[in-house]
């Protein structure tokens, strides 16, 4: 159960996003007085941000589908190997429904 990489996925696609938008604050603050290689430069900078932030995005992407894989493989196991309970609660909770939505 990968639970850490998930974690360490979302820092640091929130650290790359930081970045970005202070890259992009810098740029827009500057924008009037930046001119040719400073505005290339920050540009290439706010670019790189970009790249690492969906680069990162990407990986946390990977991780929770990985995550969902798993825990969607322990549900199937859990059933194989108690059907009658989980038939009880799944009759238990459709009960439960049913009972919300007749009430409205």
Known sequence: MAKKPTAAGSEQLLSEF???VSDTEQLLQHSV???GDKA???RGQINTSLQ???QALGSTEQALLQRGKE???????YVREHPL???AIGAGVGFLLGLLVSRR
């Open 18 to 20: 930081k970045a970005l």
């Open 33 to 35: 007085e930046l001119t």
């Open 40 to 42: 290339e430069a920050l």
């Open 52 to 54: 690492r932030a969906r």
């Open 71 to 77: 825990v969607l493989s322990d549900g199937e196991e």
């Open 85 to 87: 309970q989980s038939l």
